[in-house]
């Protein structure tokens, strides 16, 4: 317990009981009361009663406690009365005397420090219950001895101890002190003093409530403080918000830097309530000067130059080595040292303060925002802030100017770039194509000839196919500008992938053969033989990428691979060329693998990284002459658009692997989009005679046109440029015209316009009827102002396209063009009939010239698509050597499969039933899996 250091305790010792009767008390509650007593009573009910009613008027706690130990001690005629408080942050283990009423001749404990470290542990609960401790002599209670000497402190012979609480808790003890003698303490006074102890509770509880609600009064107004403070803040910011928005709105809605700052030095004056504000800019060689100036009217103007370099003087030596962010400020000049002709041009101006807020372009100084007060000012934190946002603004403004008048200068120079690109490309263009299209044209009337023996007419079929390749080649060179801005898109359809990939084999077998190498080609078994892609582009892809392995292998091998995967990635959905993405029934079900390894000169672990970049080559490649570094990114690019993806990997030295895989769809025989087309042989039995105008100027080119057309029964004129068509036509009055674009004298485009004019001005019309023994023959009415004109050109721009249309021409062909689509359009607008060959017009040697060379695992592939009764029939009859039977079911399958049915017959016809026997085995295999 917490007792004055010199005073006895206040509890009995740990052998006493705990007890709320006194020690030593005297008992007279057996005698009736004497009239001495009865009047200590009444004075003992009025002290209780004037304490109370001193509770209901004061909530003065200090007061209080001194009004009762002065009556107390003056009603009991005791030596001392006190209160002693607990130090609530020791655990009841130190405290203090509060208030006391002591006679002079004995020592006063008020204000004694007390500490008892065994109070907290064995008695305070106890005294929280109420406990009270009563001691007619300290002598005889059987105390300490550490005890007996704090009471001897303290000159106590008996003492009487009450708790006070507050609330639940206890607060401090009201000690009753004796010190002259030993005293017995009545039960009435112990009863007055319990009693006495409970309004002083009341009044401590009282006075906590009343702490309390004064402390909630003063949280509740200082958050009212806060509120009022915050809004008004708010208020104050909202207001800055406001101006600063205004001056960027200001900043921003103009493009003329001088208004820019017009404006900006205006608005910060308004706001900030400055003299002046004004923009200072500097050159890179340091001298600046005035741009723009804002101040009151009474001021006189700054000077231009020698401001400017005063200005640069103060800002530099204030900020030497000090951050960009730094914002140099004087208050008053007379407090802070500047040169004499500072000063002296300050005070010209009337400069007392000013604040210089320094303006970058990125990096690099720009200028400064000068702001002045014309009496000394303290510029505070917000001033600042708003300076240095309106800076960053001003620095951007002044960038984006910048930026502008170099885009504008770069657009320039990218305009007049791309003209001239343009110009070199419809050059190229032309240049390139026009030749390519005499070199297909050519092979392609040759390849009408019957006489040709089977190997000339492989050998012109592979002029065309590798003159259709070099073609592509030639539109991806020139249309690269399309990859870069990502317009190019794919056309899907259905193609023969048997046939694609031995077209491909046959293009590189001269070159392997060349070389002394070897092209291993392995298709896989279960290699479906028709798939859903774009062809075009999968076939662009095989050669650029065998080129490259041909390329670097000087010995060795290159080998092709070709095998399926399962489809993971459902999700992968190509688009077409229009843009909109491939239908549900035409996904992708399985991915299309192909490895291409050589054993080559490879590629450095460096230089593996720039490998799909455009014109660019790894050491290899550059040490060749061949290529321009356009190939793999043209692969990289089609495979990703297809929803692919193509790996590489390579060792120096030990060649290359070339790893492709593309989504595709795997098809049905039946729905190929096939690609051999009959070819024309004339015009059918009783068609009048067609007068075509050919307008070339290259002699190639139209002789190709002349012989074709002639051959099928066109009567044929040519002239060599757009005069002469017009002219032309006037005269001999032709139905259709193939108008090339590009020619001397007058071009395609005036030629079409002219003609076009004078039809409409014309109005009249040929009828041209069939032949006499043909009344039945097809009868064409060509109106005069309706001529067909058919635009031939060698540019491959959409806007070349447009423009043809535009001049009036009815369709638009591409050099060079296959013969069978110009056949179609003719067909179209003249309401043509053919009589056609045979023979399709794209022989396909390497599955017609032996049963062998047709792929085993395609045959297999096609054979599991057909019934299994089919097969099992086919199979047990081959076994037996049945001829009837396999020849009738041959038959059956004539229509839908053409090659498979005459593949079987050959084998058939060759006595190989063994081979027929293994076939339909495995395809039977292939369907049960």
């Known amino acids: 317990m917490i007792i004055p250091e010199t005073e006895p305790p206040h509890l009995p010792s740990s052998s006493q009981q705990p007890t709320i009767e006194p020690l030593n008390v005297e008992d007279s509650d057996l005698t009736p009361p004497t009239a001495a007593q009865l009047k200590m009573q009444l004075q003992q009910a009025i002290l209780l009663g004037d304490v109370t009613n001193e509770i209901r008027q004061s909530l003065d706690t200090t007061t209080i406690f001194q009004i009762a130990v002065d009556k107390v001690?003056?009603?009991?005629?005791?030596?001392?009365?006190?209160?002693?408080?607990?130090?609530?942050?020791?655990?009841?283990?130190?405290?203090?005397?509060?208030?006391?009423?002591?006679?002079?001749?004995?020592?006063?404990?008020?204000?004694?420090?007390?500490?008892?470290?065994?109070?907290?542990?064995n008695y305070a609960t106890k005294y929280q219950l109420g406990r009270v401790f009563a001691v007619a002599d300290v002598y005889d209670a059987g105390l300490s001895d550490c005890h007996i000497q704090i009471y001897e402190r303290f000159q106590v012979r008996a003492t009487l101890v009450v708790p006070l609480l507050q609330g639940e808790k206890l607060w401090g003890l009201l000690c009753i002190h004796q010190c002259s003698r030993p005293r017995a303490w009545k039960s009435a006074e112990i009863e007055f003093i319990k009693k006495l102890a409970d309004q002083l509770s009341v009044a401590l509880k009282q006075a906590e409530l009343h702490e309390q609600a004064l402390e909630k009064s003063q949280q509740l107004q200082s958050a009212l403080n806060q509120v009022k403070a915050q809004k008004e803040r708010e208020a104050w910011l909202a207001q800055y918000e406001r101006n600063f928005t205004q001056i960027i709105q200001n900043i921003h809605q103009n493009l003329?830097?001088?208004?820019?700052?017009?404006?900006?030095?205006?608005?910060?004056?308004?706001?900030?309530?400055?003299?002046?504000?004004?923009?200072?800019?500097?050159?890179?060689?340091?001298?600046?000067?005035?741009?723009?100036?804002?101040?009151?009217?009474?001021?006189?103007?700054?000077?231009?130059?020698q401001g400017a370099s005063i200005w640069q003087d103060i800002y530099f030596n204030a900020t030497q080595g000090r951050a960009r962010d730094y914002i140099p400020l004087v208050t008053d000049i007379d407090q802070q040292h500047h040169p004499d002709g500072h000063l002296v041009l300050l005070e010209q101006f009337q400069i007392r303060a000013y604040l210089l807020v320094p303006v970058f372009i990125g990096d690099r100084f720009w200028g400064l925002l000068v702001t002045c007060q014309q009496n000394p000012h303290q510029w505070d934190d917000i001033e600042q802030s708003l300076l240095r946002r309106v800076r960053d603004q001003l620095g951007v403004a002044l960038q984006h100017a910048e930026l502008m008048h170099q885009l504008q200068r770069s657009k320039e120079k990218a305009e007049a770039a791309n003209r001239a690109k343009s110009a070199f490309l419809a050059n190229m263009s032309h240049e390139l194509r026009t030749p390519l299209n005499a070199i297909l044209g050519f092979s392609q009337l040759l390849n009408r000839d019957k006489n040709l023996t089977p190997k000339q007419k492989q050998t012109l079929t592979s002029i065309n196919r590798s003159g259709s390749h070099l073609l592509n080649l030639i539109n991806d060179v020139l249309e690269m500008s399309k990859i870069e801005a990502g317009r190019v898109s794919l056309n899907f359809k259905n193609c023969d992938l048997m046939s694609l990939l031995d077209s491909i084999q046959e293009m590189f077998l001269l070159k392997v053969e060349s070389k002394g190498l070897k092209l291993l080609v392995d298709k896989a078994l279960d290699l479906p033989p028709y798939i859903r892609t774009d062809e075009s582009r999968l076939r662009q892809v095989l050669i650029n990428v065998l080129t490259n392995a041909l390329k670097f292998t000087e010995q060795g091998s290159v080998a092709l691979k070709v095998y399926t995967q399962p489809l993971r990635?459902?999700?992968?959905?190509?688009?077409?060329?229009?843009?909109?993405?491939?239908?549900?029934?035409?996904?992708?079900?399985i991915y299309l693998c192909i490895d291409v390894?050589?054993?080559?000169?490879?590629?450095?672990?460096?230089?593996?990284?720039?490998?799909?970049?455009?014109?660019?080559?790894?050491?290899?490649?550059?040490?060749?002459?061949e290529g321009a570094g356009l190939g793999l990114a043209i692969c990289q690019h089609c495979i990703e658009l297809m929803g692919g993806n193509i790996l590489i990997d390579s060792k120096e030295g030990q060649g290359t692997t070339v790893q492709i895989k593309v989504p595709v769809m795997a098809t049905q025989t039946k729905s190929?989009?096939?690609?051999d087309v009959p070819m024309v042989q004339t015009l059918a039995p009783g068609h009048p005679h067609i007068r075509m105008l050919v307008v070339e100027d290259n002699p190639e080119n139209a002789q190709i046109v002349i012989d074709l057309m002639t051959s099928v029964g066109f009567e044929v004129q040519s002239v060599v440029n757009g005069q002469q068509a017009v002219a032309c036509w006037q005269t001999w009055q032709p139905h259709v015209i193939l108008m090339d674009w590009q020619m001397p004298v007058m071009n395609g485009y005036e030629a079409t316009q002219t003609i076009r004019t004078l039809e409409s001005q014309a109005g009249s019309t040929i009828h041209l009827q069939g032949s006499q023994d043909s009344s039945n023959s097809p009868s064409v009415l060509f109106p005069l102002n309706n001529t067909i004109i058919i635009a031939l050109t060698a540019s491959v721009f959409e806007d070349t396209k447009q423009e043809c249309f535009k001049a009036g021409c009815d369709d638009f062909l591409r050099k060079p063009y296959q013969q069978s689509v110009l056949f179609e359009m003719l067909a179209q607008h003249l309401n043509l009939q053919y009589v056609y060959d045979e023979c399709p017009q794209n022989i396909n040697f390497l599955h017609s010239s032996s049963p062998q060379n047709m792929h085993q695992g395609g045959i297999e592939y096609q054979l599991s698509q057909l019934p299994k009764p089919w097969l099992a029939k086919l199979h047990q009859a081959a076994i037996e050597l049945d001829e009837e039977q396999m020849s009738q079911q041959f038959v059956e399958i004539t229509s839908d499969y053409p090659y498979l049915s005459t593949h079987l017959t050959k084998l058939f016809q060759n006595l190989q039933f063994d081979h027929i026997v293994n076939l339909t085995q495995a395809a039977l295999q292939i369907k049960k899996r």
């Open 569 to 589: 990635s459902p999700n992968l959905v190509p688009t077409h060329d229009d843009g909109n993405a491939v239908t549900e029934e035409h996904q992708p079900n």
């Open 597 to 625: 390894e050589d054993t080559g000169v490879g590629i450095s672990a460096s230089e593996m990284g720039n490998l799909f970049e455009t014109f660019t080559q790894a050491s290899a490649g550059r040490n060749s002459t």
């Open 256 to 305: 003329d830097i001088e208004d820019i700052f017009k404006a900006t030095t205006r608005d910060i004056r308004q706001f900030l309530k400055c003299d002046r504000v004004a923009v200072y800019t500097y050159c890179p060689e340091g001298t600046g000067e005035l741009l723009l100036e804002s101040s009151e009217s009474h001021l006189s103007p700054l000077s231009g130059s």
């Open 73 to 121: 001690q003056t009603l009991l005629q005791v030596d001392r009365v006190a209160i002693f408080q607990f130090d609530s942050a020791t655990d009841y283990k130190q405290g203090v005397f509060v208030a006391e009423k002591v006679i002079p001749i004995y020592y006063s404990a008020v204000a004694a420090r007390v500490q008892d470290d065994s109070f907290g542990e």
């Open 672 to 675: 190929v989009d096939h690609l």
